[in-house]
């Protein structure tokens, strides 16, 4: 069955109240020399200046315009989620509201996932106007995402993406987890995932809503995402084959420890004392690592095998 809608825009938004009537009046603008059927989707994430009132007033004057408003601030990637849930076009394009992101981009953007070339395209800031304590950090973020999961994207957390229907309805998106979207849309078997060049702009209204724990919260997301993806539904592969590794290097030390003393007893030596050889803390710290380690992966098989999407499959096709 057909959607009638060809086009979703979602728009996260925290206290934009400046930059929503610029933004909605040109996304219009763009949207309607494309002439397809489309819907913009504001989420509200829980603004505390009169961002919703500018919604409501450009609920008005724009029919498309749908309005959708957290009752507190839950962040970006809630937004999203509730965004991508409520979404009905066959192509969904995210942007922020900051006015960074031009909607001049949506036309292209829309032809790269309705031809069926890409399930999904991110957004390349290229050339970037954010302040060199953003951009840097974010280089390295972007090269350690880029090694970690095998995906050739110069900027995984532009604001500006856009996805085939199919994407967004099956990935789950918590957490700060929207930097890491490509990641999860990967996990989820959607392998055609590209990257356009795009226009970037300095803030112009208001401040960004994210400060310095953005590097800290971005840096242990990737680890969790990595290792989630990775890992979900099998975590022993990951401890089973740490612990076990550890375990025997443990092993070995004792091994060691033992044919050292043997040595001197078989040459009728006066043998040191096990215990003052430093080998012997190392055996005895590794051996408990690597029984611990094991532990844990057992207990994470058992949360596991409880979790409810434990036979939670991506179906492709069905005839
Ligand atoms: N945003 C949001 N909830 C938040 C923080 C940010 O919906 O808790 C929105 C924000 O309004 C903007 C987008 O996410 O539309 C990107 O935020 P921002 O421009 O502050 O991030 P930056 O460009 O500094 O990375
Ligand atoms: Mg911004």
């Known amino acids: 069955m057909k959607s009638t809608i060809e086009l979703s825009i979602i728009v996260p938004l925290y206290n934009e109240e400046e930059s929503l009537p610029e933004l909605v009046t040109w996304i219009d603008r763009v949207v309607k020399k494309m002439q397809i059927s489309h819907e913009v989707i504001l989420v509200d994430d829980g603004s505390t200046d009169t961002s919703w009132e500018v919604i409501k007033q450009l609920k008005t004057q ?13 962040g970006k990637s809630a937004a999203l989620f509730c965004g991508f849930e409520v979404a009905k076009g066959d192509v969904v394009i995210t942007m922020d509201a900051d006015l960074q992101d031009s909607p001049d981009e949506i036309p292209e953007l829309y032809d790269m996932i309705a031809t069926q070339e ?27 995402a880029r090694i970690i999961s095998g995906i050739k994207l110069h900027d995984f957390n532009c604001g500006l993406k856009a996805y ?6 099956n990935i789950e998106v918590y957490g700060e987890m929207h930097r890491y979207i490509p990641m999860l849309a990967k996990e989820a078997g959607f392998k055609k995932i590209g990257e356009k060049i795009v226009q970037h702009q ?22 969790s995402v990595s290792f989630i993806t990775k890992f ?30 043997l040595y001197y007893i078989y040459h009728e030596m006066r043998a040191p004392l096990i215990t003052d050889n430093p080998v012997f803390y190392i055996a005895l ?13 057992f207990l994470a098989e058992l949360v596991a095998r409880d979790s409810t999407d434990r036979n939670h499959y991506q179906i492709d096709e069905k005839i």
């Not at 724009?62 to 839950?74: C, H, M």
């Not at 890409?118 to 350690?144: E, L």
């Not at 085939?164 to 309805?169: G, M, R």
């Not at 084959?241 to 003393?261: D, H, W």
Request: net charge positive; charged share 25%; hydrophobic share 45%.
């Open 62 to 74: 724009f029919p498309k315009v749908q309005g959708l408003k957290f009752r507190r601030n839950y």
């Open 118 to 144: 890409y399930d999904m395209v991110s957004g390349w800031k290229q050339k970037r106007y954010d302040p060199i304590s953003k951009t840097v950090p974010s280089k390295f973020f972007n090269k350690t």
């Open 164 to 169: 085939d229907k199919e994407v967004v309805k």
């Open 202 to 223: 300095e803030r112009k209204y208001g401040t960004t809503k994210f400060g310095m724990s953005r590097f800290i919260n971005g840096f242990l997301d990737l680890l």
């Open 232 to 261: 979900r539904k099998k975590p022993m592969h990951l401890f089973g084959a740490l612990g076990t590794l550890i375990l025997m290097i443990g092993f070995f030390a004792v091994v060691y420890l033992g044919a050292n003393k």
């Open 285 to 297: 710290v590794l051996m408990i690592i690597g029984v611990q380690l094991f532990l844990a992966g």
